[in-house]
Nanobody, 115 residues
Framework: QVQLVESGGGLVQPGGSLRLSCAAS????????MGWFRQAPGKQRERVAV???????NYVDSVKGRFTISRDNAKNTVYLQMNKLKPEDTAVYYC?????????WGQGTQVTVSS
């Protein structure tokens, strides 16, 4: 089993920045993909950014140039640096780890972008 613990959400003004962190523990398959999804009220969950253990990344078009995903494989931790935040970025952000044929989710952290 894998546990994911997220931190770093909060309230920020438009144009501001936040950094999310997600630490994984437990039986982690060495080859895996970690990333972030988000779900706004009344909308489906969408993939925001993911990064493989080999360093390949993928971003949803709406965050390209503003968000940066990174990870520390030694610490099994993934980060999401979010800059130039917009009100439409408001959502619950969920950490995800996929590896060994299984997918695991964190509990979610609220990000609110509002003046």
């Amino acid at each position: 089993q894998v546990q994911l613990v997220e931190s770093g959400g909060g309230l920020v003004q438009p144009g501001g920045s936040l950094r999310l962190s997600c630490a994984a523990s437990g039986s982690i398959f060495s080859i895996n993909t970690m990333g972030w999804f988000r779900q706004a009220p009344g909308k489906q969950r969408e993939r925001v950014a993911v990064m493989t253990s080999g360093g390949n990344t993928n971003y949803v078009d709406s965050v390209k140039g503003r968000f940066t995903i990174s990870r520390d494989n030694a610490k099994n931790t993934v980060y999401l640096q979010m800059n130039k935040l917009k009100p439409e970025d408001t959502a619950v952000y969920y950490c995800n780890l996929w590896g060994g044929g299984s997918s695991f989710w964190g509990q979610g952290t609220q990000v609110t972008v509002s003046s």
